[in-house]
């Protein structure tokens, strides 16, 4: 089952610009992931947010999460070349025992 | 140290044929995944296990037999090859309600 949309589904942007990726959910949470996927290889983690926090930040990411809207946000600030890549949104049901995918942004910084 | 790890990194094979890929968390988790991704890289999760106990079957045809002997084993047989399931398989594991860790995906091509 699918549980959230993404949007936009492709960004392209200057590298130093700021890069945002929304994501949309349907059902309730336990927490929403971002992950990172390089071109044939594995998702890495990026930031878990809890259904509890609002905002979260890691180096140059920062994650919101508005469970009223059922939506979260990922900001890539001061994007570099090596950001290109796909970024999907995860949401961790209440019961811990699945993890759903959205279908994901590609991002492309363009040097 | 590779976290999880899964062979082979490719398989190509025949229509009919059946075929497995395993897959090896050294992190100590708990729980384990596996996902298709398709080539629009759309993530599909397939089973999820608990301690060696079958938590999710998403409507995953009967082809498909995961099995774990211990914790940090999860294998997938695939009986009766279908075209339709050329894709990567991703295997994944966490801590109850903690990030997922991947495995570099094993690619099947069904011809």
């Known amino acids: 089952s699918q549980q959230g949309e993404e949007d936009p589904q492709a960004l392209s942007i200057q590298e130093g610009e700021n890069a945002t990726m929304n994501c949309s959910y349907k059902t309730s949470i336990n927490n929403l992931q971002w992950y990172r996927q390089n071109s044939g290889r594995g998702l890495v983690h990026l930031i878990l947010i809890r259904s509890n926090e609002r905002e979260k930040h890691s180096g140059r990411l920062r994650v919101t999460l508005d469970t009223s809207k059922k939506s979260s946000s990922l900001l890539i600030t001061a994007s570099r070349a090596a950001d290109t890549a796909s970024y999907f949104c995860a949401t961790g049901s209440p019961s811990y025992d699945k993890v759903i995918f959205g279908p994901g942004t590609s991002l492309s910084v363009i040097p | 140290d590779t976290a999880v790890s899964q062979t082979p990194k490719y398989l190509v094979t025949q229509m009919g044929n059946d075929k497995s890929i395993k897959c090896e968390q050294n992190?100590?988790?708990?729980?384990m995944y596996w996902y298709k991704q398709d080539s629009k890289k759309f993530l599909k999760i397939m089973f999820s296990?608990?301690?060696?106990?079958?938590?999710i079957n998403e409507t995953v045809p009967n082809r498909f037999s995961p099995k774990s002997p211990d914790k940090a084993h999860l294998n997938l047989h695939i009986n009766s090859l279908e075209l339709g399931d050329s894709a990567v398989y991703f295997c994944?594991?966490?801590?109850?309600?903690?990030?997922?860790?991947f495995g570099e995906g094993s690619r099947l091509t069904v011809l």
């Open positions: 994944a594991s966490s801590r109850k309600g903690g990030e997922l860790f």
């Open positions: 992190l100590g988790h708990d729980t």
């Open positions: 296990y608990n301690n060696k106990e079958l938590i």
